[in-house]
């Protein structure tokens, strides 16, 4: 990220070549959540395996510490080896996966995945989710997060499915509203469309 | 703003893969209205997206995870372990294998079993020859080519190595397949009667079955065999090397096989064909002019005892050519350089 960033991570990734366990502490709290997420959503394999491949890649770097020369940032050498990791994998499981277009699609270029900026998204997120009505909250959280239909929700907590649609639709006009002098701060990280 | 409302229900629903095809049409005139419409779709599709992978995020559990890791430290990863079984498997494995191969060894000296001399018969440019193999199988080799062979055939094929052209009259013994090695390509027969041509310098291997059955086998791992159907369709198979590619061809077979009594036969054929099969014949080197090369001129004829000047006299007298030999001059190392021919128009 920033060269001040750069240099701090440098700093405590010679204190790993020695052997200091809290450094490796810090890079594993500050980089291991987004690599699972990354190794998951982004090259789509699920949960426990992903987990495996960046533990692998953890385990490698401990072992490894001392034979490393990491010149650049130890943010990109462990995205680009979760993301060699998960295509071996891919490519054992089906021979033909277009391999160029999830390189195209996923650049490791996304910084949404540290660690810092998961602290910075998390504080402004919940300013956000503040703002809504708990009833509104509640139903916004089991249809974004626990991937439920309206239909399924209106069942759930005994509504009627239009109720839930104009929840969700309120729910959604006010984060907007709310999270709008951040966006161009969300943008920064520039981030895939899942949709697509 | 119940119209906003309405394309914020869209979005919501469509976030979930929910949209029928009316809807998603909805949402995409309303996207395709304004470039602002879709800055503020982009924004909310960030939104939710954000808000979903934080919520995947803080859930793993970090301090579980970590304790872990840490466990694993100084063990090697997984997929090395494997490797390591393996190699302990191989060298488990690797002992009796060598105390077998060392007996049969031990036993094959014992029992006075040769180990075959590899031969190899060569013709210059200009000569053609006639061998037998161990097996009986008659090999006539064309000029400028070199057939390398075991003196005896021992196991369980017959393997010989041709560069250049030749026609093979296999022995029969369907037990013990007999191939012939092109550098990068094997053809399998039993017995049967072919022509081969693999001039180095050329950029096609060209196979002719006259009698049997014979098959094209790829040296390269895994690629697929290309049988060759018998004879009496009269198919020349033409293989490019570097392509990999062949196509099978209905050709004359007097003209595939004339070289072995001794004739020369062109049939229709274009000036680079003439020059090459014409200058390994006469151990010559032959260049049409430009012009010739152009033309598109195609050339037939067939000779038999004549000499190089023979030839040439009666190819300007049945074609619109003429010719200029360069003689020979002695090179710097005391040998002597290929005639030299030139073809051009008259």
């Not at chain 1, 490519?91 to 033909?96: F, I, L, T, V, Y």
């Not at chain 2, 690797?94 to 031990?106: C, G, Q, T």
């Not at chain 2, 006539?140 to 057939?147: C, E, I, P, Q, V």
Request: aromatic share 10%.
């Amino acid at each position: 990220m920033e060269t001040g960033n750069q240099a701090k991570e440098l700093f405590i990734f010679e204190e790993l070549k020695r052997g200091k366990e809290y450094a490796f502490d810090f890079f594993f709290n500050y980089y291991y959540p987004g690599l699972c997420v990354y190794a998951q959503k982004i090259i789509e394999l699920p949960e426990p395996e992903a987990k495996d491949i960046v533990q692998d890649v953890f385990v490698k770097l401990w072992n490894d510490r001392k034979k490393l020369d990491v010149q650049i940032s130890v943010r990109s050498y462990l995205f680009v080896a979760v993301k060699n990791k998960c295509f071996d994998v891919l490519r054992k499981k089906k021979r033909s996966v277009k391999l160029q277009e999830i390189t195209h699609q996923h650049d490791i270029a996304d910084e949404s995945f540290d660690g810092y900026v998961l602290c910075e998204l998390e504080i402004i997120f919940d300013n956000g989710l503040k703002k809504l009505p708990d009833r509104c909250r509640e139903i916004f959280e089991l249809s974004r997060l626990q991937g439920l239909k309206n239909r399924e929700i209106a069942e759930k907590l005994n509504l009627s499915e239009k109720t839930v649609e104009n929840q969700m639709t309120k729910a959604l006009r006010i984060l907007k509203e709310e999270l709008k002098d951040y966006l161009p701060l969300l943008a920064l990280f520039e981030i895939f469309h899942f949709l697509r | 703003m119940e119209d906003k409302d309405y394309i914020y229900h869209l979005i919501t629903i469509e976030f979930n893969n929910q949209l029928d095809a009316s809807q998603k049409l909805e949402l995409q005139s309303w996207l395709d209205s304004s470039l602002a419409n879709q800055a503020e779709y982009n924004a909310l599709i960030k939104i939710l997206n954000y808000h979903q992978r934080l919520h995947q995020m803080k859930r793993i559990n970090i301090d579980r995870d970590l304790s872990i890791v840490k466990k694993r430290f100084g063990q090697l990863s997984r997929s090395k372990k494997l490797l390591l079984n393996f190699q302990r498997i191989a060298a488990i494995l690797i002992i009796p294998l060598i105390i077998y191969a060392a007996w049969n060894i031990f036993d094959r000296s014992t029992t006075n079993e040769k180990i075959a001399l590899l031969k190899s018969s060569e013709t210059a440019y200009g000569v053609r020859s006639q061998i037998q193999l161990s097996d009986g199988t008659k090999v006539w080799l064309n000029s400028g080519t070199k057939l390398t062979y075991p003196d005896e055939f021992i196991g369980q094929t017959r393997e010989v190595k041709l560069e250049g052209e030749a026609y093979f009259q296999v022995e029969s013994d369907p037990d013990h397949p007999f191939y012939v090695d092109l550098n990068g390509f094997k053809v399998k027969a039993t017995g049967t009667r072919f022509n081969i041509s693999n001039y180095p310098d050329d950029k096609d291997i060209l196979a002719y079955l006259e009698h049997g059955k014979i098959a094209l086998v790829s040296s390269v791992e895994g690629a697929p065999e290309i049988q060759l159907k018998p004879l009496n369709e009269k198919e020349l198979l033409v293989l490019n090397k570097a392509l990999r590619q062949y196509n099978l061809q209905q050709v004359d077979g007097k003209k595939q096989t004339a070289w072995m009594k001794g004739t020369l036969v062109f049939k229709n054929d274009n000036t680079a064909d003439v020059a090459t099969r014409l200058g390994r014949w006469f151990n010559a080197e032959i260049v049409f002019d430009d012009d010739l090369q152009k033309s598109g001129y195609v050339f037939t004829a067939t000779f038999k005892q004549e000499s190089l000047e023979e030839a040439l006299k009666l190819l300007s007298y049945s074609s619109p050519v003429k010719y200029k030999i360069i003689s020979t001059s002695q090179l710097g190392d005391s040998s002597f350089s290929k005639r030299k021919v030139i073809i051009s128009k008259k």
